[in-house]
Nanobody, 123 residues
Framework: QVQLRESGGGSVQPGGSLRLSCTASEYITGTMGWFRQVPGAEREGIGIIYTTGGRPYYADSVKGRFIISRDNAKGTLYLQMNSLEPEDTAMYYC??????????????????WGQGTQFTVSS
């Protein structure tokens, strides 16, 4: 069974930058995404990318500030976060929808999840 593991969480001041990584236990084909969740709220899809190539897609809440990329050789998904705001504070998850190129920001459409990494934006 494929496993995903996020890393890179921590604390950053407003306006700062941070990069999260997501490493898969084996090569993945399909759709990968980044999600975030705050207590009491649903898990929010913030960006997806197809493993077959093409540009990433972003939620309006992060468009222009966050960048998703993927290193196929390393099997790693990245989330570069810039111009961070306190509202970006959340638990961040990477996810995969295996063997399916599917445009969706809904958590229910992704079947493989990492354990999450906490990220806080605070002065």
């Amino acid at each position: 069974q494929v496993q995903l593991r996020e890393s890179g969480g921590g604390s950053v001041q407003p306006g700062g930058s941070l990069r999260l990584s997501c490493t898969a236990s084996e090569y993945i084909t399909g759709t990968m995404g980044w999600f975030r969740q705050v207590p009491g709220a649903e898990r929010e899809g913030i960006g997806i990318i197809y493993t077959t190539g093409g540009r990433p897609y972003y939620a309006d809440s992060v468009k222009g500030r966050f960048i998703i990329s993927r290193d196929n050789a390393k099997g790693t998904l990245y989330l570069q976060m810039n111009s961070l705001e306190p509202e970006d504070t959340a638990m961040y998850y990477c996810a995969a929808r295996l063997r399916s190129t599917f445009y969706s920001f809904s958590a229910s459409d992704f079947g493989v999840w990492g354990q999450g990494t906490q990220f806080t934006v605070s002065s």
